[in-house]
Structure formats: structure tokens, C-alpha cells
């Protein structure tokens, strides 16, 4: 479906670019023992294509999840460029829902029991 491609695109534009500058910062400049050539090399050395979806599209969530018995918590970051998040429908009964309203929704504190042993 389109988010499955969509997600595949960012993937390989983000592949690309890591490639791309892996390949610049390992391209031999021509006559490096010359001063001028190694200043070249320094300014292309220092020189890194910043890669847009990592600027415009992804983001990190960070969960915690804690033991409310012995207060022990573990903190996990996970690297997003979407989310699931149910957008707000217009119900005549109910007051108008927001983007907002969904994402708070999305990452609401939620009670649920496990043992937080096998996390560690």
C-alpha cells in the first residue's frame, strides 16, 4: 500500500545519503602532498550532506516503563519517521477533537502489569 512505499522511499533517500557521505569523506582529492590540495581536502573532509529525512521526517520517542512495586524503571529510545495515531473525527454529540488531542492520546500514560524483570 502507499505507506508501505512511502516508507521504503525514506529508507533507501536515507541509505543514499549515508552512502553518499561515507563516499565523499573517503574521495582521494588530486595531488594531496601539495598545501593547497590538503586544505581541499580538509574543507571536503569537514563537508557532510545533511540528510532530509533525518532533519524533516524522523524523530525519537523515548519510553520508560517502571515497576510501581519496586519503583525500578527502563528507558528505551526508538527512532520513528511515523506514527499510528487515530485522526480526530467530528461527532455531532461530542466537542471538536485536535491533532493534539489525538497525539496526547497516543503517548498517555497507560497502567498495564508486567514483570519488569524480563525487560532488564
Known amino acids: 500500500d502507499a505507506h508501505e512505499f512511502l516508507s521504503q522511499c525514506l529508507d533507501q533517500l536515507k541509505e543514499d545519503m549515508e552512502k553518499l557521505n561515507k563516499t565523499w569523506k573517503n574521495e582521494p582529492v588530486a595531488g594531496e ?14 563537508r557532510v550532506f ?13 519510553h520508560t516503563i517502571g515497576c510501581k512495586t519496586c519503583c525500578e524503571s527502563v528507558t528505551k529510545r526508538e ?35 508486567f514483570t519488569l524483570h524480563s525487560f532488564i
Open 33 to 46: 602532498d601539495s598545501p593547497a590540495a590538503r586544505g581541499c581536502h580538509e574543507a571536503i573532509a569537514a
Open 79 to 113: 527512532q520513528f519517521n511515523d506514527l499510528s495515531i487515530d485522526l480526530p473525527r467530528r461527532k455531532k454529540l461530542l466537542p471538536p477533537r485536535s491533532i493534539q488531542d489525538s497525539l496526547d492520546l497516543f503517548f498517555r500514560v497507560c497502567s498495564s502489569f
Open 50 to 62: 545533511t540528510c532530509p529525512i533525518v532533519s524533516n521526517v524522523e524523530f525519537e520517542v523515548l
